[in-house]
């Protein structure tokens, strides 16, 4: 720590505001990057305490921070920084969001490939459907497009619920039961 004796400010709300979003359920990795950024918007304002902080020590840690990273990284410090505001004006620490007038960076985000229903055809019909893998792979690939989830979530799913036609998956979003109309028949063919 750099200045361990000016840090008590920041460090002694750090633990609690750790706890805030997991005790709301947030992944662990979100929580520690609101965590990170926190801790670095303190030593780039050499820990001055946050009742102290004002916006333009955030536009200054902002302007900062655009220069190494992407701005959807920028975007997503900016949404930590709002939820330990936040968290603080809760806790009767601080009285306004320092970070309530600034803007969120705006990003880009590209939309993901479509494909043709011909595109879809031929990938089904390159599986082999007299081996046991050919039909496993028509059936990933059947499931991933007749329920959109993702191939790590796929990867991660349990056993279906055949009468409620819904599958647990475990993913980026957290757990969630994925309904379709088809993918019984799907999971059936890899029994």
Same mark, same amino acid.
């Given at each position: 720590m750099k200045y361990p004796?000016?840090?008590?400010?920041?460090? $002694? @709300?750090l633990d609690s505001f750790a706890l805030s979003p997991?005790?709301?359920g947030l992944r662990p990795h979100t929580i520690s990057c609101y965590v990170r950024?926190?801790?670095?918007?303190?030593?780039?304002?050499?820990w001055i305490g946050?009742?102290?902080?004002?916006?333009?020590?955030?536009? $200054? @840690?902002?302007d900062w921070l655009s220069g190494p990273v992407k701005p959807k990284t920028v975007a997503a410090a900016q949404l930590g920084l709002r939820r330990y505001f936040r968290f603080l004006i809760d806790e009767k620490e601080i009285?306004?969001?320092?970070?309530a007038c600034i803007k969120l960076v705006r990003f880009r985000t590209d939309p993901?490939?479509?494909?043709?229903?011909y595109e879809i055809q031929k990938l089904i019909s390159a599986c082999d459907q007299s081996t046991q893998n050919g039909v496993r792979d028509q059936a990933m690939i059947t499931v991933l497009f007749d329920t959109v989830v993702r191939v790590e979530e796929?990867?991660?799913?349990?056993i279906p619920d055949w009468s409620n036609r819904v599958v647990q998956v475990d993913g980026k979003t957290g757990v969630r039961q994925v309904p379709s109309p088809v993918f019984p028949i799907r999971f059936?063919?890899?029994s």
């Open positions: 004796n000016r840090a008590v400010g920041h460090v $002694s @709300y997991k005790v709301e950024e926190v801790r670095r918007l303190g030593e780039r304002t050499d946050p009742a102290n902080i004002k916006t333009d020590h955030i536009r $200054s @840690y902002i009285e306004q969001d320092p970070s993901q490939p479509t494909y043709t229903n796929l990867v991660s799913t349990g059936r063919k890899l």
